[in-house]
């Protein structure tokens, strides 16, 4: 009987089998967020928030190029194809690119793309994945939704 209750949980819409350089996608509705705190500040060509961990090493970076519109989502990281997004109303799995000389994925969104809405009033937590990784959970501050205004303007 034990079996079949964890078969069945298994097959949840909201688990996800971790597939070798697949990013890991499950409700993370309970998980705690890393302990650290965003920093915001200006660019040449934008803004950016930086989410760091009590060591000062960052772990996320949301970016506004006003230029183009875009808001992107950096994240240290190996090669991986695609970045799971989660908020507390949205999922969403993001085309991703590498730059291997900084270790980090990157996903980009247009500046008025709902998922930024979701980030910036997620209730507690946003999560971030990419292959090989466990998943990054963080508070949504409001440094967060400064930088997607920015890029809005």
């Given at each position: 009987m034990p079996f079949l209750i964890a078969a069945a949980l298994a097959l949840t819409p909201d688990a996800t089998p971790n597939v070798a350089g697949a990013p890991v996608a499950s409700n993370l509705e309970y998980a705690m967020p890393v302990v650290g705190s965003w920093t915001y500040?200006?660019?040449?060509?934008?803004?950016?928030a930086t989410f760091?961990?009590?060591?000062?090493?960052?772990q996320?970076?949301?970016?506004?190029?006003?230029?183009?519109?875009?808001?992107?989502?950096?994240?240290?990281?190996?090669?991986?194809?695609?970045?799971?997004?989660?908020?507390?109303?949205?999922?969403?799995?993001?085309?991703?690119?590498y730059d291997a000389a900084a270790g980090r994925v990157r996903a980009e969104l247009p500046a008025f793309d709902p998922l930024l809405d979701a980030m910036a009033s997620s209730r507690g937590r946003i999560g971030?994945?990419?292959?090989?990784?466990?998943?990054?959970v963080v508070p949504p501050?409001?440094?967060?939704?400064?930088?997607?205004?920015?890029?809005?303007?």
């Open positions: 500040a200006p660019t040449t060509g934008g803004s950016e760091a961990i009590a060591s000062g090493q960052p996320l970076t949301i970016q506004c190029t006003r230029a183009t519109r875009r808001v992107a989502l950096i994240k240290p990281g190996a090669a991986s194809p695609s970045m799971w997004v989660w908020t507390s109303s949205q999922k969403k799995s993001l085309p991703a690119t971030f994945s990419t292959s090989g990784l466990s998943v990054l501050w409001a440094d967060v939704g400064r930088v997607i205004e920015d890029c809005r303007v």
